[in-house]
């Protein structure tokens, strides 16, 4: 993990002269044109509820010296007509206050050196995945805390504080629930122009570990970690609720009468419920549950965007004593910013910088790094009416969901279905403001994570991701684990030195970047490898076929398919075998 701390390096601080100020008005005739022109979209307030100076019962960190925590709220506000945030959906929908501008605030939780002018002028943003903070105790070892790192010990070995870096976390789901140390974001409910409530029907995804009589309809494989949109109850009669045995499966629908809206832990008592669903037979393991129903109350998701732009823009650039970070008034002391975020946290970065929000109201640029982790070729759900921003597609569940659309790749490219050509990049290329990406993955997202669509085009060439692009891919690596730079881990179970590059440190990004990726790529040349050639152990009783497993059918079906996978299997040996005989012509 030492090695998202090098690249961080490799990322921000070799990016000197990027980004900046801008410059005064020189007169008074300019000076009325800069107001008039000015961005009303930004951070109004920034209040801190709470100060732990020092933090970590005073401990200190190499030169840097000692950390202080600050936690709060930042209240921001939006302007729906600028076109920096013409994209949000139902931003236009949202209530406006008596200056015409859309209100919301979110939790913040800053970590900085006491004195911050000793530290490396880094801010570093983990975004956090469901409101916990997924960064802290893998880049700093044996780090604890949680949601809320105090003691001495919860630093681990303290490695990115003696680096004196500027920790910054910040809400911006904006269903996610308060509690457990969570950082949250209140929007504000979208509303129909005459003020009515907005209603539309939607579906959601059941899947079980275990059986259950009754589950929230926001229930997520297990998580309970997405606040549920409320059933419109004159319309809860027209819903319908049907399981499938699979992925592809036809779905079978569960009569109206056996199922109703309610909470009923124990199958027999039900508690009438706008957000749950009760099913006195009882929700299965084995099936794949879709509920189609009326749903009310949108929130204006979006804004998660909105509110994380607009937060890193002012404690970059606000140089008043209303930014905690800023210890001489007229002098901000940040002068590089990189965003990382984890899964469902990587996702929103990738998707932050593809709708263009990499970029201030100002025109400024918002993270001048960026480390995208385990995200594969997903974006997600998070711009939306009704959106769900928890929502992902897997090898059996969510493929209905939005995240899976084109593009996929850093690398401009055309879309075989629809013809149109886009990169990942595109939006922040025309404003200026791309940042540096490293893109991180690790053998589960090749396999459910359409993690080849980042780097393989349709029937080409494995793609050379160049000039603000890089990626890693930890092969064997268990989804979360990143190996440690250049020295044995200090995880079991971890890969390591797969990525050594990028512990080399310096201000020259490209090396840092590229060379782990030429060291460490494995590819067969022309085409994807046969599932015979691909590395993956033989099990004594199982067909490799080459489709992702569904855990939801039964053990029959999988027999009874099993057949049919080492047909397929044969099939794809006997087509590479061709290829090898075609290749020995032409040579």
């Known amino acids: 993990m030492k090695a998202l701390l090098a690249a961080g390096l490799a990322l921000g601080l070799g990016l000197g002269g990027l980004g900046g100020l801008a410059s005064a008005p020189r007169d008074a005739a300019s000076a009325a044109v800069a107001a008039q022109a000015a961005p009303r979209s930004g951070i109004v307030r920034l209040a801190i509820d709470r100060v732990e100076s020092p933090s970590f019962e005073g401990r200190a960190f190499g030169q840097v010296g000692p950390y202080e925590k600050l936690v709060g709220r930042a209240f921001g506000e939006v302007d729906p007509d600028d076109p920096a945030n013409a994209d949000l959906a139902l931003l236009d929908r949202a209530p406006r206050n008596a200056r015409g501008l859309v209100e919301y605030d979110v939790d913040v939780y800053i970590l900085k050196p006491v004195d911050v002018e000793r530290g490396n002028h880094t801010l570093l943003y983990d975004v956090v995945n469901r409101g916990n903070k997924p960064l802290w105790g893998a880049l700093n070892v044996d780090a604890g805390g949680a949601n809320d790192p105090t003691t001495a010990a919860d630093a681990g070995d303290g490695l990115s504080l003696r680096q004196g870096y500027t920790w910054v976390w910040s809400g911006w789901q904006g269903d996610a629930p308060p509690g457990a140390g969570r950082l949250v974001a209140r929007f504000p409910v979208a509303v129909d122009a005459d003020g009515s409530t907005i209603r539309q029907q939607i579906r959601t995804e059941f899947v079980l570990g275990a059986p259950a009589y009754s589950v929230p309809v926001s229930y997520d494989n297990g998580l309970r970690d997405g606040r549920s949109y409320p059933a419109v109850e004159a319309s809860m009669d027209t819903a319908t609720l049907s399981r499938r045995a699979g992925a592809g499966a036809e779905p079978e629908l569960i ?68 930014n905690p970070l800023v210890q001489q008034v007229g002098r901000n002391p940040i002068q590089w910013t990189i965003g990382f975020g984890s899964s469902q946290s990587g996702r929103f970065l990738k998707d932050l910088i593809y709708q263009g929000f990499n970029q201030d109201p100002a025109g400024r640029r918002v993270f001048d790094g960026a480390a995208i982790n385990i995200s594969g070729g997903r974006r997600g759900f998070f711009n939306y009416p009704f959106a769900m921003p928890g929502r992902f597609s897997t090898g059996v569940e969510g493929h209905h969901y939005p995240g899976d659309q084109f593009p996929f790749s850093y690398v401009t490219l055309t879309d075989p279905i629809s013809g149109e050509r886009d990169s990942l990049l595109a939006r922040c290329r025309a404003q200026g403001a791309c940042p540096r990406v490293m893109h991180w993955d690790s053998g589960t997202e090749a396999w459910q994570g359409r993690h080849s669509l980042v780097v393989t085009p349709r ?16 092969a064997g690596a268990r989804r979360g684990d990143l190996p440690a730079a250049g020295e044995p881990t200090e995880r079991a179970g971890e890969p390591a030195g797969a990525d050594d590059g990028a512990a080399k440190l310096g201000g020259d990004w490209r090396r840092a970047a590229a060379e782990p990726i030429r060291a460490h790529r494995r590819r067969h040349a022309g085409a994807a490898a046969a599932p015979g050639r691909s590395g993956i152990p033989h099990h004594p009783g199982r067909a490799l076929h080459g489709a992702a497993e569904s855990p939801v059918r039964e053990r029959s079906e999988r027999a009874a398919a099993a057949p049919r996978a080492r047909h397929r299997v044969r099939g794809a040996r006997a087509e590479g075998e061709r290829g090898r005989q075609r290749r020995r012509r032409r040579a």
Not at 461 to 469: C, D, G, S, T, V
Request: a negative charge; glycine letters at 6%.
């Open 255 to 322: 009569p109206r009468e056996e199922w109703s809206f309610a909470a009923c832990a124990d199958g027999a008592t039900a508690t009438p419920s706008a957000t749950d669903v009760c099913l006195p037979a009882g929700f299965s393991p084995s099936y794949v549950y879709d509920l189609v129903y009326e749903a009310q109350d949108p929130p204006v998701m979006g804004l998660g965007f909105v509110a994380t732009r607009d937060l890193i823009a002012f404690l970059r650039h606000d140089t008043s004593d209303a």
């Open 459 to 474: 029937r080409r060439a494995h793609l050379l991701l160049r000039q603000r692009a890089a990626r890693a891919g930890h």
